[in-house]
């Protein structure tokens, strides 16, 4: 009772030839605490990617005012491009911690990216935070611009970081049967931080240097992430393992695991994998043994942003600010997408994240569907006509299908479908790829409204770009019925093993495929999950 749990799986194992079913039990001790700890600080540094993107839709909104409290708002407030580099340098940055991940992901570690990411969070927090000055210290527009757009880059680039080694040490560090929830609850981290500092920011848009005070707000969480990174967290277990340190590996999974036979079983898959690999350490993930991973991994989180979730909430904002409800909304937004997301999250392990994905792309595709039909009937001015309202409709409905699938989906597949020896290069490309993507859909998006107006006008301008968004997301279904395998309830060596069979085939793989007969018993041998491989 307390801290620890016991979790009892039932498999069948199909024995080929002579005999018939035979029922294996699998038992596997694990710590609450533990698992919970392990959890709760990368999620942090999720949290706090959330609440930027939350906290900076009111920031500048304020740096365009007299009341942000310094004398260079005019010069934000009359430059688009200024506006636009505050707004997505904190994705740029993104993009470029995510390009550094690539490069030193081998050779850190999961826990030293995320402590790097804290005190990165914390340097750009602060340079944030003094770009404003006080009010008897004045920063001048040149200083001031410099320090905030500064600041900017550096969160960001510990947002890239850390959604890097976040969802793989999540992955590496719980139990299979709890994987997806716990990766997904990352997720929903990101969504409650988003909400948070859209309360924030509301709270603090109406005093004099508010936007510092929601700047520096997320200071006491970057502490609290760096300490318990630091202090609490062990290594990861497959990367020490990756590293050929079987001993440390060992201590990590005593961490998480209270029986030895539980240590000694994860311990034995991790060998297992570490002996099909004669040169591990030189594996490259553009190597056609991993093209089926990467595949997957690179097409769901490009179909993710490409499928129009920056461009619906771009236009959103606008839809509310016509209908008076603006700032209201936006906060409701935030808790509805909350909602959203704990749903799938306690759903993921029950009904798996090949069903989610596709349940959240068919939504998608008739909010989609409805948004392309009321663009092509909507009017210009203000107030909330029928049309807008019923745009308001479909734009809930899309959040819903997204937060059910794209959203946490997509990172806990990128986080347990590739090989060990490749998974911080992939998850890397996979993280460059959700960035790069989001920057190239939020600055095309109103670029290319301008241009089709010119030759459709205005009526049918945003008709037409959601079309392509409503083609898209047909394509995004085909993709994930064609490519995307279900995984819930194998561990990270068990997908490494099916996906590794299913190079020269993407589908219909036959397990087992692990040689002990416990593993053989963890690979649910049932048509359906054989069926969804």
């Given at each position: 009772p307390g801290s620890i749990i016991t979790v009892y799986h039932t498999f069948r194992l199909v024995k080929k030839g002579p005999g018939s079913i035979k029922t294996v039990y699998h038992t596997m001790n694990y710590s609450?605490?533990?698992?919970?700890?392990?959890?709760?600080?990368p999620a942090l540094g999720g949290l706090l990617f959330g609440y930027d993107i939350g906290a900076t839709s009111?920031?500048?909104?304020?740096?365009?005012?007299?009341?942000?409290?310094?004398?260079?708002?005019?010069?934000?407030?009359?430059?688009?491009?200024?506006?636009?580099?505050?707004?997505?340098?904190?994705?740029?940055?993104?993009?470029?911690?995510?390009i550094i991940a690539f490069r030193i992901a081998a050779e850190t570690g999961r826990r030293k990216e995320i402590i790097y990411g804290a005190w990165l969070f914390l340097l750009g927090a602060g340079l944030e935070l003094i770009s404003g000055g006080t009010s008897s210290i004045k920063t001048s527009s040149a200083l001031g611009l410099c320090l905030?757009?500064?600041?900017?880059?550096?969160?960001?680039?510990?947002?890239?970081?850390?959604?890097?080694?976040?969802?793989?040490?999540?992955?590496?560090?719980?139990?299979?049967?709890?994987?997806?929830?716990?990766?997904?609850?990352?997720?929903?981290?990101i969504v409650l931080g988003i909400s948070l500092g859209y309360a924030v920011g509301f709270a603090v848009s109406s005093i004099t240097h508010g936007w510092q005070l929601a700047f520096g707000?997320?200071?006491?969480?970057?502490?609290?992430?760096?300490?318990?990174?630091?202090?609490?967290?062990?290594?990861?277990?497959?990367w020490l393992a990756l590293r050929g340190d079987m001993k440390a590996a060992q201590r990590s999974l005593e961490f998480i695991y209270t029986t030895p036979a539980?240590?000694?079983?994860?311990?034995?898959?991790?060998?297992?994998?570490?002996?099909?690999?004669?040169t591990i350490v030189e594996a490259s993930v553009w190597d056609h043994k991993y093209r089926p991973a990467l595949t997957i991994g690179i097409g769901v989180v490009l179909l993710q942003q490409l499928t129009g979730q920056p461009s619906v909430l771009y236009y959103a904002d606008s839809i509310f600010e016509d209908a008076g409800i603006g700032a209201i909304a936006t906060v409701f937004v935030g808790i509805f997408k909350l909602i959203a997301t704990l749903l799938a999250v306690f759903t993921i392990d029950k009904y798996g994240?090949?069903?989610?994905?596709?349940?959240?792309?068919?939504?998608?595709?008739?909010?989609?569907?409805?948004?392309?039909?009321?663009?092509?009937?909507?009017?210009?001015?203000?107030?909330?006509?029928?049309?807008?309202?019923?745009?308001?409709?479909?734009?809930?409905?899309?959040?819903?299908?997204?937060?059910?699938?794209?959203?946490?989906?997509?990172?806990?597949?990128?986080?347990?479908?590739?090989?060990?020896?490749?998974?911080?290069?992939?998850?890397?490309?996979?993280?460059?790829?959700?960035?790069?993507?989001?920057?190239?859909?939020?600055?095309?998006?109103?670029?290319?409204?301008?241009?089709?107006?010119?030759?459709?006008?205005?009526?049918?301008?945003?008709?037409?770009?959601?079309?392509?968004?409503t083609i898209l997301d047909i394509y995004s279904f085909f993709f994930v019925k064609a490519y995307v395998p279900e995984t819930k309830n194998l561990s990270l060596e068990q997908i490494q093993a099916r996906l590794m069979k299913r190079t020269n085939r993407l589908s219909s793989l036959d397990p087992p495929l692990l040689s002990s007969p416990t593993t053989n018993a963890m690979l649910q041998t049932t048509e359906d999950q054989d069926a969804s491989f």
């Open positions: 609450k605490r533990a698992v919970g700890v392990c959890f709760a600080y009111y920031v500048i909104n304020q740096l365009t005012r007299a009341n942000s409290g310094v004398s260079w708002y005019k010069i934000i407030k009359h430059s688009a491009f200024l506006q636009g580099l505050i707004t997505s340098g904190g994705v740029a940055g993104a993009l470029i911690g995510a905030l757009i500064t600041g900017r880059l550096v969160y960001g680039i510990a947002c890239g970081l850390v959604m890097h080694g976040a969802p793989q040490y999540i992955a590496e560090m719980t139990p299979a049967s709890l994987r997806g929830t716990l990766v997904s609850l990352k997720e929903a981290a707000a997320s200071i006491p969480l970057a502490l609290l992430l760096l300490l318990g990174a630091s202090v609490v967290l062990p290594p990861s277990a497959r539980a240590v000694e079983e994860a311990m034995n898959e991790l060998r297992q994998v570490l002996a099909q690999e004669e994240r090949r069903y989610l994905l596709l349940l959240g792309i068919t939504v998608m595709f008739f909010a989609l569907f409805g948004l392309t039909a009321a663009f092509a009937f909507e009017s210009s001015g203000g107030g909330l006509s029928p049309i807008k309202l019923s745009i308001i409709i479909f734009i809930f409905i899309y959040i819903s299908g997204y937060q059910a699938g794209f959203g946490p989906i997509a990172w806990t597949l990128i986080s347990e479908i590739f090989p060990l020896e490749v998974r911080g290069q992939a998850v890397a490309l996979a993280v460059q790829t959700n960035f790069a993507a989001n920057l190239l859909v939020t600055f095309l998006f109103p670029v290319a409204q301008t241009s089709i107006q010119a030759s459709l006008g205005s009526r049918f301008s945003l008709s037409f770009l959601f079309a392509i968004f």
